[in-house]
């Protein structure tokens, strides 16, 4: 998912102009002072480029970020890849994720460097719990039937699945550009369960999507509410990252203790 810079140009002029969210009662203890650095996790089905146009709105704000690249094979690969990322900031550090990264900054984010977790339309189950049998406590998101599986044991969502049910916000002509770009995950990542969930422990915002057929919006409330998260709703597919970008950037930058 590579952006040329006047595509990032037009796109940080313009979501610099949408309107800002209204931000509903906060649960969640604000930060004691600015956090200078931020580490983005991307979910499935993407990779760290689909936070494109997140970046330069933080970046604007004069936010050190880093945008990880997940392999998706495993659960645990995945937090060595941020653990490494993190090992690599010089102070307190907000952990913000999308999707399915929610389980990996869940278990990463006890790092004493993290200050913060912010989860964008993303997984947040307790520790040792089963995340697929949360989401039966709901009705099944769409998405979930588009599902394919290789011989070799890697799972890639169809086209139609893609482009309706997972960014069904965007132009077509731009979802399946991403589409083209999908990362496939391992399935490993379907039976994981993380050992810690450090949001019992630290300060903690959720945004749900709406529009959301990828994740039950009702599963992504209880999981804010169990939290007790500063919780945000986007009107919004499961990518908001892409689709609303400045919303989800005020909610990062609210995190952080920086003005919107």
């Known amino acids: 998912m590579k952006l040329n810079s006047l595509m990032l140009g037009g796109i940080f002029c313009s979501a610099l102009l949408s309107t800002s969210p209204v931000f509903a009662q906060s649960n969640a203890a604000g930060p004691s002072t600015t956090i200078r650095n931020v580490v983005l996790v991307h979910g499935l089905y993407v990779d760290g480029s689909s936070w494109a146009r997140v970046i330069p709105l933080l970046q604007a704000k004069g936010l050190h970020v880093t945008s990880v690249q997940n392999p998706t094979t495993s659960l645990d690969a995945d937090v060595d890849a941020v653990k490494r990322a993190l090992a690599q900031q010089d102070g307190p550090t907000l952990l913000v994720a999308h999707s399915y990264g929610g389980m990996v900054i869940s278990q990463a984010g006890d ?22 049998a949360l989401t039966k406590k709901f009705p099944a998101a769409p998405a979930s039937a588009g599902l394919q599986w290789s011989s070799d044991g890697y799972g890639k969502l169809s086209e139609q699945a893609f482009e309706k049910d997972f960014a069904g916000d965007l132009p077509v002509a731009e979802a399946r550009v991403y589409y083209a770009e999908q990362q496939p995950m391992g399935k490993a990542i379907t039976m994981a369960r993380t050992t810690v969930a450090a949001w019992h422990d630290k300060p903690t915002w959720y945004a ?49 203790g920086a003005q919107p």
């Open 111 to 132: 790092d004493p460097k993290v200050a913060g977790l912010v989860y964008i339309a993303a997984r947040a189950p307790d520790a040792g719990e089963d995340y697929p």
């Open 208 to 256: 749900v999507s709406t529009e959301d057929r990828t994740i039950n919006p009702d599963l992504e409330r209880f999981m804010a509410k169990r939290m007790k998260a500063h919780t945000i709703e986007i009107d919004s597919s499961h990518v908001s990252l892409l689709s609303h970008p400045a919303e989800v950037a005020n909610l990062i930058l609210e995190a952080a």
